[in-house]
């Protein structure tokens, strides 16, 4: 283990469905990522918070809307995806946001949308 | 933008041999590089890190090679194990853009 944990590990959802993703790290980071794992893909930084405070979003559709209520937790609302959403949806935390860093990875959520 | 890629995505070794995983980069300002591991069903795992002003480093069983003339990294894994079956993924860093994933190299052992 990491010491990066997420929830669920799978998921299926419709397209008018409501669902969020659970990431909690147990590391004393200050960084936490979400990124985006789609088949023969690089992985794709969608968002980047430090000390809760967002610091980067990478261009992503609305529909996606993360959540960080301390330096531990990390949410990523979803509402109204698409079929091309379904990948694995990987969080990840640092030390800090800074270059040079290594990151930890959870396990990662497998969302399938239907 | 600047990008990470892999000469080769798969990678076939007999059990007992060394592998040679390599990968290019293009952004000379990369000072920071690592090497993830994927297991299939888990996130990227950390294996080991270089910074630009070295050339190689040692971990257990691994090293990673940094060719900053021709922008080519490698990792190398002694004695390949069935264990080692995995997508390994290059990634370069710098104080000036964010860390760039390459698409990954997929290490098979043969028995």
């Known amino acids: 283990e990491t010491g990066v944990t997420q929830t669920p590990r799978h998921l299926v959802m419709g397209m008018t469905n409501k669902k969020s993703l659970k990431c909690e790290q147990h590391?004393?980071?200050?960084?936490m990522y979400w990124y985006k794992q789609s088949a023969k893909k690089p992985l794709e930084l969608m968002f980047v918070?430090?000390?809760?405070?967002?610091?980067e979003n990478n261009s992503v559709p609305s529909r996606f809307s993360p959540e960080c209520p301390n330096s531990s937790h990390l949410f990523l609302h979803l509402h109204t995806l698409q079929p091309e959403d379904s990948a694995l949806y990987l969080c990840?935390?640092?030390?800090?946001?800074?270059?040079?860093?290594?990151?930890?990875f959870g396990s990662g959520t497998q969302l399938s949308v239907l | 933008g600047e990008s990470v890629g892999l000469h080769l995505p798969t990678l076939s070794v007999q059990e007992g041999d060394n592998s040679i995983i390599n990968c290019a980069y293009s952004?000379?300002?990369?000072?920071?590089f690592i090497w993830y591991k994927q297991e299939s069903g888990k996130g990227p795992q950390f294996i080991i890190d270089i910074r630009s002003n070295m050339d190689k480093r040692q971990g257990q069983r691994v090293t990673v090679l940094l060719n900053k003339t021709v922008k080519h990294l490698s990792l190398q894994i002694a004695a390949t194990q069935p264990g080692d079956s995995a997508v390994y993924f290059c990634a370069e860093d710098s104080s000036a853009s964010k860390i760039i994933f390459g698409s990954g190299t997929r290490l098979s052992i043969r028995p």
């Open positions: 952004n000379s300002a990369s000072d920071y």
């Open positions: 590391l004393g980071h200050n960084a």
């Open positions: 918070y430090s000390l809760e405070e967002r610091v």
């Open positions: 990840a935390s640092s030390q800090d946001h800074r270059s040079g860093e290594k990151l930890f």
